[in-house]
């Protein structure tokens, strides 16, 4: 099992670019969970889909920020226009009803 | 809101001391999971309890689950360097936007002198 893979590991980029991080997941599960995580307001659900369909974006932190989930194998998060304090370290995780969630590697962010 | 709160942030112990951290919730829980995330590293499911007052054990790894269910604790025995990580718990939580959400703490960070 690959386990969930994110691309890319590490993203540096200027403030204004545009930013997509891109989650695959572990093939069967029908939950997929996007989370940023920041030393001072630690993991925090940004949005998850069930079935590919966004059930619930409540922490998206505000219209800079979408999502997208167009097959079952592949989740997009992206962030235009990025600012610095979008700086964060980004979890893909899912799993199947009634599991754990499995997180990827995470996407290191960097915004200058 | 409803929230998850974890304590102590930070612990630093000596190799072969015990080590505990406690997670409150505002709430009932229907279940409790906990995770490891090592350092660079992505948060592992550990264990997850259901019934109230259940204690699981995983090796030296002691995890309760309150009578109330709105408590929990992670209990370490003769903490190893491998055991050096911060610890979160979650649990399910109403959103408000319609759903539960895993609601994390935000973790307790274990250093481990030799």
């Known amino acids: 099992d690959a386990g969930v893979i994110q691309s890319p590991r590490h993203e540096v980029t200027e403030m204004g670019q545009e930013v997509t991080l891109r989650c695959k997941p572990i093939?069967?599960?029908?939950?997929l969970f996007w989370y940023r995580q920041t030393m001072m307001r630690g993991l925090e659900l940004l949005i998850y889909?069930?079935?590919?369909?966004?059930?619930?974006d409540s922490g998206m932190p505000e219209d800079r920020f979408s999502a997208k989930m167009p097959n079952a194998s592949f989740s997009t998060l992206k962030i235009q226009p990025s600012e610095p304090r979008d700086s964060a370290v980004y979890f893909c995780a899912s799993r199947v009803e009634g599991e754990p969630q499995h997180f990827g590697d995470g996407t290191r962010l960097s915004i200058l | 809101g409803q929230q998850v709160m974890q304590i102590p942030q930070y612990q630093h112990v000596q190799e072969g001391e015990d080590f505990t951290t406690y997670c409150n919730s505002s709430?009932?829980?229907?279940?409790i999971q906990w995770y490891k995330q090592r350092p660079g590293g992505h948060p592992v499911f550990l264990i997850q309890l259901v019934k109230s007052g259940e204690v699981k054990k995983q090796k030296r790894l002691t995890f309760q689950f309150g009578e109330a269910k709105k408590n929990s604790s992670l209990h370490i025995t003769a903490t190893q360097t491998t055991d050096v990580g911060t610890y979160f718990c979650?649990?399910?939580?109403?959103?408000?936007?319609?759903?539960?959400?895993?609601?994390f703490g935000k973790g307790t960070k274990l250093s481990v002198i030799p």
């Open positions: 709430t009932t829980l229907s279940n």
């Open positions: 093939s069967g599960h029908d939950y």
């Open positions: 889909f069930n079935n590919n369909v966004p059930i619930d």
């Open positions: 979650a649990g399910p939580l109403w959103s408000g936007a319609g759903s539960y959400q895993l609601t």
